[in-house]
């Protein structure tokens, strides 16, 4: 066991059935409080125990038997999914087939008795030094719904609108978490159901714990706010360190790198293959899986990389009298599953290593006693070679003897009693003195007492000031948010009064017949852009600022335009229209029908600001003029024209004379 030398962060529940059963109507628990140095003990109720739980929040809460807590699978569930979010349900037994507390505890180290407060004791004190199990049903990754708070049924508007707006909160504060989730730089994916109006319901899967997820449950309105952690298949155990078992390794280098590794009883438990780690991120690797005891390749000499691996473990090594055949690799690693080639050849190096000692390992297993770390032996006998009971006798004399007590009896000198009447009398002063200090200890001990209380007491402070430091750090972070959304929300407003100023003077422009503008502003007459002479560019422009009567109209772009695109433009009835660019035969014939002017941009001064403009009405007049000149001129020949065509159809329906 792995002793602690200070203070666990947080406190532990030990906790054992003292009388009932859970499936009864009131069955109590012995408790024990354990914070690495100090131990409280109670017997309380199940409600009071869940209250405990849920007001202090421990680390662990610790037994031998999880079903002492919950009567069947179903009810273990929710009572994992009542826990604080911090808090481990701990089996200190083991996993799906736990051994007797007794058992475990005298391996550990760690007191036992028969007794329902001194097991609760025990499962606190295993927990505390990282042995057992963590039971759990649920993942790391956690499920954020943002919903209907209310049916969309008809409320007191329309129903459509009812349902509008309800879709429409959902999908603001759908928007919300998302950008709280970015916020806090979490991984998420999201899945909405779009309805009428915005969003049904929208589903965020985030890759963390309820408790790192800056949002909460709630339910405001037209929306509500679910927050739940995604369910395992069934119940799961973790263990609570992991443990250094011995394994044996099998690696094949090369640019991509494969290993895998096997435990003493045959059995593959996990496998890499990468192109990226290097020789020291795969050492790491190894590390966490387990105590290499044992190194092979699949091919023969040793390849110096996997050389240099087994040299930092200190392991043996294992090589095949001869590289290992494809059809043997693939025969021997059927029935393990592997994603390429690499991983294959890494498992096959590890089993070919692990067939070679078997018979090792089993005669090494049944002669090392229960209690004694088979992976200590096994490494020495197989890495060094010594024998078994070498290393046995090795190991037993490193250990510690216990002292036995010896009794000092004091001689006795007969022939000095008065040497010994003056060493009674100082004893007996000494017996006084000692009374004394024992009454100084007494009370010394009463203020260390006290002291643990205050120290318990001001631990117990300390984590009410982190979680409370926790939420005002959750709290800044929103606060910084709700800044930029206010400073993003200022610079629009902003743009959006200088739009409007604009378009006050427009509209002054507009609608006014100039006796109340400033004298520098008179003469001046708006100016309304069209961006290009096409059907959106029209209807964008009338939704903007409004096409209307005698309106001065900028063509940007006069090309391309069809008959029904200068109709459209014609039915608006513009005073005139300025192009830049010439027009279609088409369009120019169809304002030419409708007398409507049209001149070269070019032959009046605009001056824009943003989407605003104007023009002085004195060359807008000109302009018409010149167009009206031209407009004649053009009817005349037209007139001419179609006097000469009738006149040529007349000569050609007489008959020749």
Request: hydrophobic share 35%; glycine share 6%.
């Amino acid at each position: 066991m792995s002793d602690r030398t200070a203070a666990l962060d947080a406190v532990i529940f030990g906790v054992d059935i003292q009388s009932g059963d859970v499936r009864g109507d009131s069955p109590s628990y012995a408790v024990v409080t354990f914070d690495g140095e100090a131990l409280e003990r109670d017997v309380i109720s199940y409600r009071k125990l869940r209250r405990r739980i849920d007001s202090e929040e421990p680390a662990m809460v610790a037994t031998d038997n999880m079903y002492e807590l919950a009567e069947n699978k179903d009810a273990l569930v929710h009572f994992l999914g009542s826990l604080p979010d911090a808090t481990q349900l701990v089996q200190v037994t083991g996993a799906h087939e736990p051994e007797p507390l007794s058992r475990v505890a005298s391996r550990h180290g760690v007191p036992y008795e028969k007794k329902p407060i001194a097991e609760a004791e025990a499962a606190a004190r295993l927990a505390a030094a990282n042995v057992g199990q963590e039971v759990t049903a649920f993942t790391d990754t956690t499920e954020v719904k943002v919903a209907r708070g209310r049916s969309t049924g008809s409320g007191g508007w329309s129903e459509d609108r009812f349902t509008r707006r309800i879709h429409g909160s959902v999908k603001r504060r759908a928007r919300e978490v998302e950008s709280a989730l970015e916020d806090a730089g979490l991984d998420y994916e999201r899945d909405v159901t779009e309805k009428y109006g915005g969003f049904a319901n929208a589903i965020f899967t985030v890759e963390a714990r309820p408790a790192d997820i800056p949002v909460s449950a709630n339910r405001s309105g037209d929306t509500r706010v679910e927050i739940e952690r995604v369910r395992r298949d069934g119940i799961e155990f973790q263990p609570l360190a992991k443990r250094r078992d011995p394994i044996v390794v099998g690696i094949d280098p090369g640019t991509t790198t494969a290993v895998a590794t096997v435990g003493l009883d045959g059995e593959v438990l996990d496998v890499l293959s990468t192109r990226t780690a290097d020789t020291a991120a795969v050492i790491e690797w190894i590390i966490e899986r387990g105590r290499p005891i044992l190194i092979g390749a699949d091919v023969t000499p040793m390849p110096e990389t996997v050389e240099d691996i087994r040299r930092s473990f200190d392991a043996a090594g294992w090589v095949p009298d001869r590289d290992l055949a494809v059809d043997v690799k693939k025969h021997r690693t059927r029935e393990t599953g592997y994603d390429n080639d690499h991983e294959r050849d890494a498992i096959a190096a590890a089993l070919g290593a692990y067939d070679a000692h078997k018979d090792q390992f089993d005669r090494i297993a049944a002669k090392v006693p229960p209690r004694q770390d088979l992976g200590t032996v096994v490494a020495r006998v197989v890495a060094d070679e010594e024998s078994v009971e070498a290393v046995l006798t090795d190991l037993a004399d490193d250990e510690p003897d216990e002292e036995d007590d010896h009794e000092h009896v004091e001689r006795e000198l007969t022939d000095e009693e008065r040497r010994i009447r003056q060493l009674e009398t100082q004893v007996e002063r000494l017996q006084r003195h000692v009374d004394d200090l024992e009454a100084t200890v007494e009370q010394k001990d009463e203020e260390i007492a006290d002291l643990e209380d205050e120290l318990t007491e001001t631990r117990k402070q300390e984590r009410r000031e982190a979680r409370e430091r926790r939420e005002v750090t959750r709290l800044e972070r929103e606060n910084r948010r709700l800044e930029r959304e206010r400073d993003e929300a200022r610079e629009e407003v902003e743009a959006l009064e200088g739009k409007l100023e604009r378009l006050k003077a427009l509209w002054k422009l507009d609608h006014s017949n100039f006796a109340d503008v400033a004298e520098k502003k008179a003469g001046l007459a708006p100016v309304k852009v069209i961006e290009q002479f096409t059907h959106d560019a029209i209807e964008t422009a009338h939704e903007r600022f409004g096409l209307a009567e005698d309106d001065i109209i900028l063509l940007r772009d006069a090309s391309g335009a069809g008959r029904s695109t200068a109709e459209l433009l014609a039915e608006f009835d513009p005073k005139i229209v300025l192009r830049n660019g010439d027009l279609s035969d088409m369009a120019d014939r169809v304002l030419f029908d409708h007398e409507i002017p049209v001149a070269p941009a070019d032959l009046v001064t605009v001056q824009e600001v943003d989407e605003l403009a104007v023009t002085r009405e004195s060359e807008v007049e000109a302009a018409i003029a010149d167009w009206e000149r031209r407009a004649a001129e053009r009817r005349r020949q037209q007139s001419a024209e179609m006097v000469d065509r009738l006149i040529s159809e007349h000569r050609a329906d007489r008959p020749d004379r």
